[in-house]
């Protein structure tokens, strides 16, 4: 059986069942879905939540698989999450060619909606924040074809529901949807796309990767899979979409009109973005019988770290061509898993950790600080990673600063030409936390040997406390 958003649902109910809840009753979906998801990460806790029932509509809905990167490495098959980042980045340089199947054995073409029959009040789209200008599709993996080469390109973006047959479709002018999109504007031809929607959580890992040049996404699917992708050919538009989706909406992208969009709930859990985007119109509704639509929770989480883990593969692969001795990368929360990118090396030569953070702001222009460490510094542990920011950096000879970046028009701070007006510009910073080589004479760490550390085994050489056999530890008395 191939591999889809209901295999990957089996598997996790059999390896990690706690991480999903259940919700029976009627929800509203306008605030209320993610008013639940929100109360559960108000408690630390990010389950999978599956809805039964919302009003309105006779589909279900799941939200927040992506809210764990645990949950994503169980998705590549990776033991850990470290060994996950580093398994990404192989799958990723071994793209497999997707399998195009027959409409008869795709399972996206059990229902078929065409003409006057296309009608997206039939989904679940959900509201999300209180501040969104209205319901938005923003787990959608959004293809579309490079004009004059036809490489396909996928990436996931918001879509607002602007009417029964009319979504918003708002692109970070820094990803190549983006660039996609101005080439045929620039000849005033519409652009053909498809929104698929539920899937394996490959499929969408592998839409926000970040690609050398446009194109390779439904390959680099496959090879997060470790099988190919199948597809088959849409109903309106000249496009392959994945067979095993739970929805794919066709549409095209009119030249040169716009439609007012925004505000929405971003990555850095804030406001921006407004006013006239593009739109599409939508030709085509194909679903299985019985669907189940998925969300992200945006501005949120889920939003973060779903967006972050692929990045982090390729990030690993394209630091890595650049400085071969990368132990590690992270995008930590702290930076909503876009901001921050901790780059760990084992440094062979002075000059090095500039060449993997620029490696690594090259890739991703919504990384906005770049700390690289040693690889004694674990950069999935941040008190680590900044200890040795404090401990081996000092600004007037250690840090970088480069202005006027490309970044994220979406950070609240990004800034345009004059820098009196908002834009997609940032001012990036580099910061060398590494310790000087040889022949400097940098002080030894404080630590126990590591032949002493390897043997001891805490399960077995320690337990918790017994009053039955313990004497009561009095503090303060002899």
């Known amino acids: 059986m191939a591999k889809d958003l209901r295999s990957y649902m089996d598997e996790l109910l059999e390896k990690r069942p706690q ?65 996950m980042v580093k398994d990404l980045a192989t799958r990723e340089h071994n793209p497999l060619a997707v399998k195009e199947i027959a409409a008869k054995d795709a399972p996206v073409k059990e229902v078929i909606l065409k003409g006057d029959q296309v009608d997206l009040d039939l989904l679940p789209v959900l509201t999300h924040n209180e501040g969104d200008a209205g319901s938005y599709i923003n787990a959608a993996a959004m293809i579309c074809k490079e004009r004059g080469t036809g490489a396909v390109n996928v990436g996931i973006y918001r879509h607002q529901k602007q009417g029964k047959r009319q979504l918003g479709v708002m692109i970070n002018p820094a990803n190549h949807g983006n660039y ?8 005033n031809e519409p652009m053909e796309v ?38 088959v050919r849409a109903e309106t538009v000249s496009l392959m979409v994945p067979a095993r989706c739970e929805i794919v909406i066709e549409g095209i992208v009119p030249p040169q009109k716009r439609h007012y969009e925004g505000p929405f709930g971003e990555w850095p859990h804030y406001y921006y973005k407004e006013g006239e985007q593009p739109y599409i119109e939508v030709t085509a509704i194909t679903m299985r019988k019985n669907p189940i639509y998925q969300s992200i929770h945006s501005a949120h989480f889920e939003h973060n770290i779903i967006g972050a883990a692929p990045r982090l593969g390729s990030l690993f692969r394209r630091i890595q061509e650049a400085v071969p001795s990368l132990v590690g990368v992270n995008m930590p929360m702290s930076g909503a898993a876009r901001a921050h990118c901790y780059i760990a090396l084992k440094k062979r030569a002075e000059g090095e950790p500039k060449q993997a953070a620029m490696a690594a702001i090259v890739t991703d222009p919504n990384i906005k600080h770049v700390i690289v460490v040693d690889d004694d510094i ?101």
Request: proline residues 7%.
């Open 19 to 83: 991480d999903i809840a259940v919700v029976e009753r009627e929800i509203d979906s306008r605030y209320e879905a993610t008013a639940i998801v929100e109360k559960f990460e108000r408690e630390n806790k990010f389950p999978l939540v599956f809805f039964k029932n919302i009003k309105g509509s006779k589909f279900p809905l799941i939200i927040n698989l992506g809210a764990t990167y645990e949950r994503l490495a169980l998705a590549l098959g990776s033991a850990t999450v470290p060994q």
């Open 180 to 187: 996609v999109r101005a080439e045929y504007e620039d000849h």
């Open 194 to 231: 498809a929104l698929a929607i539920g899937h394996h959580p490959a499929l969408f890992m592998a839409a926000v990767s970040k690609q050398a040049g446009i194109g390779q996404e439904l390959e680099v699917a496959g090879a997060f899979m470790g099988e190919p992708l199948e597809v």
């Open 378 to 478: 674990d950069v999935f542990n941040e008190t680590q990673v900044l200890w040795a920011l404090a401990m081996r950096f000092q600004a007037d000879r250690d840090l970088v600063v480069i202005p006027h970046a490309l970044g994220s028009h979406l950070n609240p701070t990004a800034y345009g030409y004059d820098r009196l007006t908002k834009g997609p510009m940032e001012t990036k910073l580099i910061f060398d936390a590494t310790k000087p080589l040889p022949p400097y004479d940098f002080p030894k760490e404080a630590k126990a040997p590591a032949e002493v550390l390897k043997r001891v085994d805490l399960a077995r050489d320690t337990r918790g406390y017994d009053p039955a056999k313990d004497d009561r530890i009095m503090i303060g008395r002899s």
